[in-house]
């Protein structure tokens, strides 16, 4: 089955930096790839989104790309704000007629300082 | 629009009870996915409905099921409580198929 890594585990970051998150995935019949953002208490936010027949995608201060040959994709935000801490999941799905089941990466904790 | 309700937050068992876990979509979603979050193992899919019908299954026992109604409002059971099972229970709806899947903030599930 599909198997989802995501690196870094953590990432502090001063505020006004920008933030990068990476993940691979093992299938190359994935085509849908989202990130959530979970806070404390609450479940993960569906952030940003692409699909496989698109490299990039932005959105404000986040931009995710994908790259299909060495089957990686990776969120950037810009311009960190404090509000951005929590954590990030990445993940990947085939979606096809008979669903759409979305296999997690382990997720990235993120710290952003004042 | 309403998000993705479940119920309850919170909840307390013993080892060898059962309990029942729902979820309300949004509003016109027909499709309804569980996902088991825990620290050790993540977040994991554990079923997915659609018009009542169960379109995909994870890797879990037996003791997980669940079922959809007509309204596309969905229960998960699971009997036979172990202490891995506490976990925070995650419910998501989608549109479509093809369409995002929306989280609700969960029920967690601990059990003693």
Redesign the interface.
Known sequence: GENVEQHPSTLSVQEGDSAVIKCTYSDSASNYFPWYKQELGKGPQLIIDIRSNVGEKKDQRIAVTLNKTAKHFSLHITETQPEDSAVYFCAASKIKAAGNKLTFGGGTRVLVKP | KAG?TQTPRYLIKTRGQQVTLSCSPISGHR?V?W?QQTPGQ????LF?Y?SETQ??K?NFPGRFSGRQFSNSRSEMNVSTLELGDSALY?C?S?LA??????????TRLTVT
């Open positions: 993705v499709s996915s996902y993540g977040l994991q899919f997915e659609f379109r995909n994870g995650l998501a989608s198929v093809d369409s995002p899947l929306h989280f609700g903030n969960g």
